[in-house]
């Protein structure tokens, strides 16, 4: 039985330049079971696959739709996607025709319901393609919506502040010269560019290894400059100490927000589009502040009679918006999953291995780590530090010893240590890695999972450890027999479970050919062999 399929009336028609009038074309009896079995094999996009679903078939048999004419058509099993719009190529026996797949009804069609909501589709599949990158992950779309957030409203916050500042200028220098006032701003205006140079150069490795913290405390930082600047009108004698200290403040969280980017931006590429990533990304930003320069304007048009009114107003404008605005930025962060590797991410991964026998994704490890602000770290009993023995910090007897037990083949020690924390400064027993120079990535995976597996054992007997490491009731020999009992089972657990552990994390996208350490943690030592 010949199935009587249809031809839309935009479909394209590709006539064979070989094919003579005189040539039949006979094809050969296929059931329908067949068909679908064979278009099964195809291997296409989530969305695409979604799209194929629709079979024109049913609308054969149910008599023809608007639009399209039966024709005697064989599938062919070749499907193409563009601009949104799913079609497949047939044949009617004399040349291939391009029909869509998807449902969609034709634009000229009379169905007006239908028509509205083809162009409203067009025009979306358009802004989308416009604004988003084709290949990023999915968490992309969440982390947009909230950058649209705290951009718009981070917008007008900044025009309110340049005009009270213009306000201030005028008022704090109504009887100098106008270059007097441009001295004022030129000098703030280069205070803060030193400081941001300062800034930067102090603090560089941390825009790997503490991204989210820095990003985020910089925003705030930038939240509350433009209070400062909001308060210049009020303080006009003032205006240049100010406005340097609003000005010192944008720089830094400029500085932050450009060293950032790139990590963020290569987070979602998926496809190394990280070009493509970053043009969309400077699209989004400029039509975000411009809505927020339009919504500042637009307080301005309701408010132009009444600068009282403004100028008040502006006090109670300006904590929502910064509330709005670092709302947004904070959520945008829980969106960005990172696949590089740090001390703490690596920690989070490594306690999760050894409780659960599994590696987290970066999406999991992104959830559990946060913005990891400062007064968050150090909670956790027995922490880990990596780096040099500090002779403030040390536990003399086990630094000597853990010293005297290293050999040449060696790539790191470890051993205990007790810090100091909080204001109280609190004394708090710590596990302290160092790792040789010229050790590599697996050398510090390999240190890094004996001291979590140390700080387990160390959790199983954690009263008589805390009791006994300072010298108490047990003599020091056995207290340190111990240890060396505890760092023999925990070397040979970590060199089981190496190798696995690499492949999974490979397996689930991280990047291990590094690890990012801050500066104190990239302290390495030399062993002398004398």
Known sequence: MQTAPYTAPNSHHLPLPWKSPGTHFTTRKVTPNKLLNRFKTLTFTNSLRTSLDYEPEEGIDNGPRPGLRPTSLGRLPVALRRSGRVSRYFWDGNCLQLVR???????????????????????GLAV??????????????????WKFLHRVFSSALQVLATQAMFRAIGIGYSHSLPSAAALNWVLKDGLGRLSRCIYTAGLASAFDTNLKRVRFSTSVMFSLSIGVELLTPAFPQYFLLLASVANIAKQIS????????????RSFAIADNLGEVSAKAQIQTVCFDNLGLLLAALLNMLLKNNQRLYAGLTF???????VVDLFGIYQ???????????????????????????????????????????????KELWPIRIGCINLKDQIPKFSMMAMQYTSGEDSYFVCMEIFHKGVKRTKQKSILLCIREGASTADVIMGLLQACYIRKALLVRRSWWENNILGGNDSFNSVFNEWLQVMEDSKRCAQRDLSVLNEQLLGLGWATKNILLSTQEQAR???VDD
Do not use: C
């Open 101 to 123: 797949v998807d449902g969609g009804a034709s634009l000229f069609s009379f169905d007006f319901d239908d028509g509205f909501r083809e162009l409203f589709r067009i025009i």
């Open 128 to 145: 989308r393609d416009f604004f988003i990158p084709k290949q990023v992950n999915g968490n992309y779309m969440y982390y947009v919506k």
């Open 254 to 265: 400029l500085a932050s927000y450009l060293a950032t980017n790139t990590a963020v931006h």
């Open 316 to 322: 109670i404008i300006y904590p929502i918006f910064s």
């Open 332 to 378: 945008a962060l829980k969106h960005v999953h990172l696949q590089t590797l740090t001390k703490d991410r690596l920690e989070i991964i490594l306690n999760k291995w050894i409780e659960s026998g599994y590696v987290p994704s970066p999406a999991e490890v992104s959830k559990e780590e946060g913005v990891d602000f400062l007064w968050s770290k150090g």
């Open 525 to 527: 030592y030399s062993f």
